[in-house]
């Protein structure tokens, strides 16, 4: 029988993919989007299970997790991709600040911490170590003048990591992938891209396939928990 993989956030870009090559590679995927994109029909017919969440609404999270709950035993992994990316505004940083950082701090940490406090006994259940991965940001380690509440929020996904580590040891391990820049947007300007590039040593898109080499890497490992992989390209050395 097949394992089950639990990927919040598959509707675009990582998740996606994500969802796309663990199907491929023979895992039962339970999917979140949040956003029912027309490309999600491709993970439907190949078997995902789809479950449209909304994490900012308390009762909808509470219906997902009761859901997966009953429908599944055991897990073998849960990664945490699902993100958002506000900014404070450039006019006046005050304004819907409170709303920001409660957004943030929501998807990237009151979400993660629920969804992990819920179904640890599934990821516990099975005949072999199983996995908890968060999808972190190299911002979090730098800040972010523009992305404060973003990169806060993922510092405290990354504090998520250190603590769950520590408490499902040795059944589960749980660690954090920690990218930079992966793929440009469509709307994207070679200005922009430019002087994204320049960040880095090496002056490149990772590429989804980077950060799920990553996470099948951390899936494959027998002794690494609490622990951050950095896919940034250097940029800790520019």
């Excluded at 979140?32 to 999270?61: C, I, M, W």
């Excluded at 996904?157 to 520590?166: G, M, R, V, W």
């Excluded at 408490?167 to 930079?180: D, F, G, H, Q, Y």
């Excluded at 994207?188 to 960040?199: G, P, S, V």
């Amino acid at each position: 029988m097949s394992e089950t993989i639990l990927v919040t956030g598959v509707g675009k870009r990582l998740g996606f993919a994500l969802a796309q090559q663990l199907l491929s590679d023979g895992y039962r995927v339970v999917g979140t989007y949040r956003t029912d994109y027309p490309q999600l029909q491709h993970l439907r017919d190949n078997g995902a299970d789809l479950q449209q969440v909304d994490f900012y609404q308390e009762n909808s999270l509470e219906a997902f997790l009761n859901y997966v709950g009953q429908e599944y035993k055991v897990l073998r992994a849960i990664i945490h991709n699902a993100s958002d990316w506000k900014p404070e505004s450039k006019e006046s940083p005050t304004e819907d600040a409170a709303h920001i950082i409660n957004q943030m701090m929501t998807i990237h940490a009151t979400v993660p911490y629920l969804v992990n406090l819920t179904l640890k006994d599934h990821l516990m259940s099975g005949d072999t170590t199983s996995d908890i991965i968060h999808i972190s940001d190299y911002v979090a380690e730098k800040g972010s003048k523009k992305h404060i509440a973003y990169a806060a929020s993922k510092s405290a996904l990354n504090n998520l990591t250190l603590s769950f580590s520590a408490m499902l040891a040795p059944k589960v391990k749980v660690n954090t992938i920690s990218p930079a820049m992966l793929k440009f947007n469509e709307h994207d300007d070679e200005e922009y891209k430019a002087k994204a590039l320049r960040k880095a040593l090496i002056p490149a898109e990772a590429g989804f396939e980077e950060v799920i080499d990553g996470i099948k890497f951390v899936l494959a490992s027998h002794y690494m928990t609490g622990r951050t992989l950095h896919l940034d390209g250097g940029r800790h050395l520019k």
